[in-house]
């Protein structure tokens, strides 16, 4: 198994402004990955997040909206900037070690009002 | 590309009532299935996983079997609780590409006492 440690569970947010999410987790990994879960949706994958390099995005996100850190193979940001309602959602880190060794977070609740 | 779809909630069921779900699959290549599970203002959790064909993965009184031939892995349980009201999630996890995971819709399942 792995442990997640993502931080903060919820906030609410002003329009405009930007939020950080943390994803720690217990033992060293190569890819993380960041999705979002709109309400009442599904859990759209928004990058891969990979140690050393830029992460890589997924068909409508761009990295100036999510910018991501990686700073080591335990720890990754995910940044969502300039806020707006619509991006009200659930926001997972997650990581694989393997095709069948899937761990998700608890998420981070998001609000913008 | 890759995909997964399955059958559309809500599904509303009597307690001891007959589940089955419905989810099929698009991939390239030999993919491991998934069932998720997240009830009411949690976070998702893992219910059960196949990783080839014909395996069949159980959990909790639920069940899937990998389809190859008709690329499906559909849930079933045979006798379902209130405690089962949840949102179920079928998904893949790719061999290439990091191991990223696609997620189906959703289903939306509420079971009456």
């Known amino acids: 198994s792995a442990v997640i440690s993502q931080k903060p569970s919820r906030d609410i947010c002003q329009r405009g402004t930007s939020l950080t999410i943390q994803c720690q987790v217990d033992?060293?990994?190569?890819?993380m990955f960041w999705y979002r879960q709109q309400p009442g949706q599904s859990l759209t994958l928004i990058a891969t997040?990979?140690?050393?390099?830029?992460?890589?995005?997924e068909s409508g996100f761009v990295i100036d909206k999510f910018p991501i850190s990686r700073p080591n193979l335990t720890f990754s940001t995910l940044t969502v900037s300039n806020m707006s309602p619509e991006d009200s959602s659930i926001y997972l880190c997650?990581?694989?070690?393997?095709?069948?060794?899937?761990?998700f977070g608890q998420g981070t609740r998001l609000t913008v009002v | 590309g890759d995909s997964v779809t399955q059958m559309e909630g809500p599904v509303t069921l009597s307690e001891e009532a007959f589940l089955t779900i419905n989810c099929t699959y698009t991939?390239?290549?030999?993919?491991?299935l998934f069932w998720y599970v997240q009830y009411p203002g949690e976070g998702l959790q893992l219910l059960l996983k196949?990783?080839?064909?014909?395996d069949k993965g159980s959990n909790k009184g639920f069940e899937a079997t990998y389809r190859k031939e008709t690329t499906s892995f559909h849930l079933e349980k045979g006798s379902v609780q209130v405690s089962d009201s949840a949102v179920y999630f079928c998904?893949?996890?790719?061999?290439?590409?990091?191991?990223?995971?696609?997620f189906g819709a959703g289903t939306r399942l509420f079971v009456k006492a």
């Open positions: 033992s060293q990994v190569t890819m």
């Open positions: 997040a990979n140690q050393g390099s830029e992460a890589t995005y």
């Open positions: 998904a893949l996890t790719l061999n290439t590409g990091g191991f990223k995971t696609i």
């Open positions: 991939a390239t290549g030999y993919p491991s």
């Open positions: 196949a990783t080839k064909a014909d």
């Open positions: 997650s990581l694989a070690r393997g095709p069948s060794e899937a761990f």
